[in-house]
């Protein structure tokens, strides 16, 4: 006897699919990339021996769950303020997409199936690390951006410690030479946040961001700070590895910095936005770039 397959009306597909859209669109999947590259980085450098490669999977898994669950939260804590911004408002809750208790649902199950997962297929310290990472984020950088622009320094903090779940996935410890590519990212980030905090400025300050100082109205303190923190980072990506690299790496390095630091320097420079938007962009194609030298050059 034939049956007869009932499919859903254009209309539903069409419905599902854009909620799933807006369920991928919480967890922020182009940062979650650099948090892969730099976990990947972190538990590499510190295996020895044998490279676990299923042990790398387990530990990008979890991390990304992990990620995704703080990217989500922090949308469904700032979604009202997002629908202030025009960066912002069209996201999925400001702009009236998704119900907030379902994007906060979503939030709390990918944080702690992340951290569970970390915990049951990685060790104990990396599962620590990722919810530490998530409660200092959201429960300290998050509501600081209303307050004070030091929530770049502090958010900074929990902007760096992928590079330290990556390590401990790989090693079962934190490592002294692990805290100089925590620095690595730690001091990547003032040059690129900054740079986006400038070319957003109107729009933070509508919503009531202090992304910015208050009596930089000319932007000259920032982009001086971008400057200073270029160069700081320059310095540090070559401490760590340098018996390690050799010339090679001190040179490779050196290249990649100065291909940063120009543009840091042009956007010292003028407070264009567009200058600042090209300083994004280098920051971008820096980082990756940084970390691979380090990969190949591991001996």
């Known amino acids: 006897m034939a049956t007869t397959q009932v499919m859903a009306p254009p209309g539903e597909r069409q419905d599902l699919t854009s909620r799933l859209r807006d369920f991928y669109t919480l967890t922020k999947p182009e940062v979650n990339l650099l ?36 990217a989500t939260l922090n949308q469904w804590m700032e979604r009202v303020w997002d629908g202030q911004m025009r960066r912002t408002a069209n996201r999925p809750m400001p702009s009236g997409r998704m119900n907030s208790i379902h994007a906060l649902i979503f939030g709390i199950l990918l944080s702690v199936g992340g951290g569970l997962y970390l915990f049951a297929t990685v060790n104990t310290l990396s599962a620590v690390l990722a919810l530490s990472t998530l409660l200092s984020y959201l429960l300290v950088y998050t509501p600081l951006k209303r307050i004070t622009p030091l929530c770049t320094l502090l958010g900074a903090i929990p902007g760096a410690m992928p590079t330290l779940i990556g390590w401990a996935g790989g090693s079962g410890r934190i490592d002294p030479q692990a805290w100089f590519l925590f620095a690595i990212l730690f001091l990547w980030q003032f040059p690129h946040f900054l740079a986006i905090a400038l070319m957003y400025r109107d729009d933070y300050a509508r919503a009531g961001y202090r992304m910015l100082p208050q009596f930089d109205l000319d932007s000259r303190f920032t982009r001086s700070e971008i400057v200073l923190f270029t160069l700081a980072l320059i310095v540090t990506t070559m401490l760590p590895f340098i018996d390690r690299g050799g010339s090679y790496y001190v040179a490779a390095m050196f290249i990649a910095g100065a291909f940063l630091f120009y543009h840091s320097l042009k956007l010292s420079t003028s407070a264009s936005t567009v200058l600042a938007r090209k ?8 980082l990756p770039v940084v970390l691979v030298i380090m990969v190949v050059l591991k001996r």
């Open 35 to 70: 948090i892969l590259m730099t976990t990947s980085a972190g538990y590499y450098l510190a295996s020895r021996g044998t490279f676990r490669f299923f042990g790398l999977v387990n530990t990008l898994i979890g991390t990304l769950l992990v990620a995704s669950g703080t």
């Open 279 to 286: 300083l994004v962009h280098a920051s971008v194609i820096y």
